[in-house]
């Protein structure tokens, strides 16, 4: 059952050409009569044999698709215009995309270089913090629901999405996922987290480089058992981007690459540099540190004019120095840490007294402090 072309839905979308074909039914190019503009429509194909149950579940799919994707408004998150039910189906209006899905363009190019594929990784990982900072799951991220712009990667196909810990759809019993882009937890009964969905997206740029998917054509059970043994995955052609991949595709999620530090690395290889170098450089670089970071409750002051009141603050307010610091590290504190911080108060007092007493009338700890 699929609709004909020119067929006028809500009467305001006229059908124009079928522009794509996923697990759910056609995406089609559209013209929205009111606005005058193009639109992409996605109909939702029914079996032939269609009983209430699977229709009320399909619909309910699709209006969570819809809700899903309105809830984070993100360059590479399509944009969903509307919802509507029609001909006792649903049907979503959202942006068209002048675009090629990234299992497209590797079928008909090849692999993708890795910088390209990269580039491609940063975008749909950043699409995935904004919908994973909403509590959303995209839960079937995949080349065919990558969607590749002159300019833009965009992550499109919510219809498996769920608010986290949300187990309603699990229940439903639907298909929740595409073989050989499913986390391994997952595949082994664990519920989906935004973990599982990076390792998707590693999935889903192992195949963009390679040109190949990670699972072969092995059965699920023995690519499952392949992921499992240890085996380092067979990459050839991915490069810069080898690392990344590995640490996403890690079998246990708590050891998995977390989407900052992929951002990092994805943005570094994009840009033509190396994924792990600068974070290498940062354990063995030392950089030198100016006299006055270095703070030792031990040195006085080498200025001691009048400014020496805001030095005395300053030595108030730093850390003791530890023995295990190291030569690189100054008087930076990771935020919410607490710093003995004396009062407003005590701070003022002290500073009056310095400025207005000679220092022999200081208070003995005071005095100390310089
Ligand atoms: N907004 C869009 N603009 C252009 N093409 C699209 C759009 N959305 C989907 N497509 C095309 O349709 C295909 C199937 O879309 P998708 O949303 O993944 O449907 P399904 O839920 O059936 O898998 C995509 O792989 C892509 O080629
Ligand atoms: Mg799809």
Avoid at 239 to 244: K, S
């Amino acid at each position: 059952m699929r609709a004909p072309s020119g067929y006028l839905l809500a009467a305001r979308y006229r059908l124009l050409e079928p522009v794509g074909r996923g697990g759910m039914g056609t995406v089609w190019r559209a013209h929205d009569e009111l606005l005058d503009r193009h639109v992409a429509v996605k109909e939702v194909r029914l079996p032939a044999v269609l009983d209430e149950e699977l229709r009320a579940e399909l619909c309910a799919r699709t209006e969570r698709e819809g809700r899903a994707t309105a809830m984070v408004t993100h360059p590479s998150v399509i944009t969903v215009f509307d919802v509507v039910t029609e001909d006792d189906r649903p049907w979503i209006v959202m942006e068209l995309l002048q675009a090629k899905s990234l299992e497209q363009l590797i079928l008909e190019g090849g692999p993708l270089h890795p910088r390209k594929a990269a580039e491609i990784g940063r975008q749909i990982l950043g699409a995935l913090r904004a919908v994973h900072a909403k509590g959303i799951l995209h839960r079937d991220v995949k080349p065919s629901n990558v969607l590749v712009t002159e300019d833009r990667a965009v992550l499109t196909d919510f219809g498996l999405a769920a608010l986290e810990g949300d187990v309603s759809i699990t229940q439903a019993g639907i298909v929740l996922g595409s073989a050989g882009y499913i986390a391994p937890e997952r595949v082994l009964g664990s519920k989906a987290s935004p973990a599982g969905d990076l390792w998707s997206l590693g999935a889903t740029l192992y195949t963009a480089v390679e040109g190949r998917g990670l699972h072969g054509r092995r059965t699920a059970a023995a690519a499952l058992a392949a992921l499992t043994s240890g085996e380092p995955i067979p990459m050839t052609k991915a490069g810069p981007l080898a690392p990344v991949l590995d640490a996403l595709l890690r079998i246990d999620p708590q050891t998995r690459l977390d989407s900052v530090r992929a951002s990092l690395m994805l943005a570094r290889v994009a840009a033509g540099g190396s994924a792990e170098e600068p974070l290498a450089a940062r354990r063995t670089t030392v950089r030198p540190v100016p006299e006055v970071a270095q703070p030792s409750f031990a040195r006085r002051p080498t200025h001691r004019g009048l400014h020496r009141a805001e030095a005395a603050t300053a030595a108030i307010e730093v850390p003791s120095p530890r023995q295990e610091r190291r030569p690189g590290e100054g008087v930076h504190r990771k935020r919410g840490e607490s710093r003995p911080s004396p009062s407003a108060y005590a701070r003022f007092k002290a500073t009056v007294i310095k400025l207005c007493l000679p220092r022999r009338f200081w208070p003995r700890e005071l005095r100390k402090r310089g």
